[in-house]
Nanobody, 128 residues
């Protein structure tokens, strides 16, 4: 399996931007489709973005579409989440996760614990 470490979280004002990074090590990162999830206090994990192994396909839920952009650099074994126009409701711990399945909306929007591996998360706090 691939091991994942997120970074880039922090405190930012509403309307601001952050870019999260997820560094991967271990087996063939470029063969995995990748997802980002978040968990706000007292809530379940929420899917926020997915990208195919090649980077050619992406998917976002309506809650972040147009504000968040997922990308990857397979040469650097890293996936990114660019977050713009941040809102207080984006406050959460953000996790990246890897899944070695065919990329479809159905397979990528499963609960995070149905992914093959995930990281420890990075805290994002938006102040209003």
């Amino acid at each position: 399996q691939v091991q994942l470490v997120e970074s880039g979280g922090g405190l930012v004002q509403a309307g601001g931007s952050l870019r999260l990074s997820c560094a991967a090590s271990g087996r063939a990162f470029s063969s995995y489709n990748m997802g980002w999830f978040r968990q706000a206090p007292g809530k379940e994990h929420e899917f926020v973005a997915a990208i195919s192994w090649s980077g050619s396909m992406t998917y976002y839920p309506d809650s972040v579409k147009g504000r968040f952009t997922i990308s990857r650099d397979n040469a650097k074994n890293t996936v990114y989440l660019q977050m713009n126009n941040l809102k207080s409701e984006d406050t959460a711990i953000y996790y990246c996760a890897a899944k070695g399945r065919i990329f479809t909306i159905a397979t990528m929007t499963t609960p995070m614990d149905e992914y093959d591996s995930w990281g420890q998360g990075t805290q994002v706090t938006i102040s209003s």
